[in-house]
């Protein structure tokens, strides 16, 4: 099977890619929380809030997920359209399990993150994040 094949170091990765996860996703709630706090209405909290979450993980995963990868100007905008295709993804899952399978909203809310996850990391690993020009196997994209 091709997953058998991978490489040792790519569980670390999509352990820390979570990590990272987790962190962006605390400092994303906690702007949007002080962001209401202060009175902001709460299209412009989640704006200033999902922002930071982005810097967040665009500095870690750069600096710690894929750590020995080059980072420059293209790498952000290809982060920023990873983001963009794994959240639209993540909505498209969102809008069947609330409107076509007619389930609960918070169910709803919450089943597209499993995908969204898997696609986001998948982009980063293999496109935004990408090797050095290598003849290997893993340089997919």
């Known amino acids: 099977m091709w997953f058998m094949r991978l ?7 999509m352990a820390a890619f979570s990590l990272v996860g987790v962190v962006n996703t605390a400092v994303g709630v906690c702007v949007i929380l002080i962001a209401r706090v202060l009175g902001a209405h709460a299209i412009v909290a989640n704006i200033f809030g999902y922002g930071a979450g982005l810097i967040v993980s665009f500095t870690l995963n750069s600096r710690i997920t894929f750590q020995k990868r080059s980072v420059n100007g293209y790498t952000v905008v290809r982060f920023l359209g990873a983001f ?10 969102v809008w069947m399990v609330a409107d076509v399978l007619r389930q609960h909203g918070l169910l709803a809310s919450l089943a597209g993150v499993p ?3 898997v696609v986001f990391y998948l982009l980063c690993e ?3 994040f990408r090797r050095a020009h290598t003849n290997t196997p893993e340089q997919f994209f």
């Open 115 to 117: 995908l969204f996850t």
């Open 84 to 93: 963009g295709a794994a959240f639209l993804v993540n909505i498209t899952v």
């Open 7 to 13: 490489p040792d170091k790519i569980h670390a990765r």
């Open 126 to 128: 293999y496109w935004v």
